[in-house]
């Protein structure tokens, strides 16, 4: 009995295991879960960060005009579906992700870091979601005014003595 039940147990794992995408699968399932786990909804998608981390499909990964304003000057998260269909092919896409350079708060490093699975699979997923939207607000250099909201990033005071 007690075999059946860690037997019953153990094929409910990997019937579970099985919804979920694979490291080195390419595909639009992986593609979302790579885009959730390496936090890219969390600046490019509006809203996401006020729902507990749901999904709009209709502003997924478009940007998001809250700016982040620090001493290199003011940026926008970029709306990713247009730099997607800039890029014109999965490859061009995949090249672009391992060489750009970024203002702050984007983490380009990190991106750099991924895998070239997970890249692809990233194209695969921004392009299923559909027309591109508009683009975010150009960098506002340091000194000027941006037209929209931001948020300040100072940096670190250090205490005295």
Request: aromatic share 8%.
């Amino acid at each position: 009995m007690k075999a059946s039940v860690y037997g019953l147990l153990a094929l409910g794992a990997v019937v579970l295991a099985a919804g979920d995408a694979a490291a080195g699968e390419v595909s639009v399932k992986r593609g979302e879960q790579v885009s959730i786990t390496s936090g890219c909804h969390d600046c490019h998608t509006a809203g996401y960060n006020e729902t507990g981390g749901k999904i709009d499909p209709a502003a997924a990964l478009k940007g998001t005009p809250l700016a982040w304003q620090g001493p290199w000057g003011t940026t926008y998260a970029a709306n990713l579906r247009l730099i997607a269909k800039d890029k014109g092919s999965e490859d061009g896409f995949v090249q672009y992700l391992k060489t750009f350079q970024a203002r702050p708060p984007m983490p380009s490093f990190n991106v750099h870091a991924m895998d070239e699975s997970d890249m692809r699979s990233l194209y695969q997923y921004i392009v299923s979601l559909g027309e591109p939207g508009e683009a975010m607000p150009d960098f506002v250099p340091p000194g000027q005014e941006p037209k929209t909201p931001y948020i300040v990033i100072a940096p670190p005071i250090m205490p005295k003595g």
